[in-house]
């Protein structure tokens, strides 16, 4: 059984960072693309960044302007969004997406597994 499960997120005033991990299990053996996306209320989902499996594919958002990284490790089957510059306008709730294929998909609906979220709240 897949699970993606997601942690980092929190309370955290305009400007700080946090960095957002999203940990991996049951994937069995083959080339995993993973996605960060997020939503908030009243807002469809967003795409926010994607990395493929070796991690030499990376695709963000535009609107993100260099401040979010992606990145992944292998080794301890995990991805992580490194956000920096936080506005107010990325509280969200922030989730994790797998899906097996050796590209870097955009689109939620490429994606077969999903993480519950973690919420990140950025106070002004």
């Known amino acids: 059984q897949v699970r993606l499960v997601e942690s980092g997120g929190g309370l955290v005033q305009a400007g700080g960072s946090l960095t957002l991990s999203c940990a991996a299990s049951?994937?069995?053996?083959?080339?995993?693309?993973m996605g960060w996306f997020r939503q908030a209320p009243g807002k469809e989902r967003e795409f926010l960044a994607t990395?493929?499996?070796?991690?030499?594919?990376?695709y963000y958002v535009d609107s993100l302007k260099g401040r979010f990284t992606i990145s992944r490790d292998n080794a301890k089957n995990a991805v992580f969004l490194q956000m920096n510059n936080l506005k107010p306008e990325d509280t969200a709730v922030y989730s994790c997406?797998?899906?097996?294929?050796?590209?870097?998909?955009?689109?939620?609906?490429?994606?077969?597994?999903w993480g519950q979220g973690t919420q990140v709240t950025v106070s002004s």
């Open positions: 997406a797998a899906d097996r294929d050796l590209g870097a998909p955009r689109l939620a609906q490429q994606y077969e597994y």
């Open positions: 049951g994937l069995t053996a083959g080339y995993y693309a």
């Open positions: 990395i493929n499996w070796n991690g030499r594919l990376k």
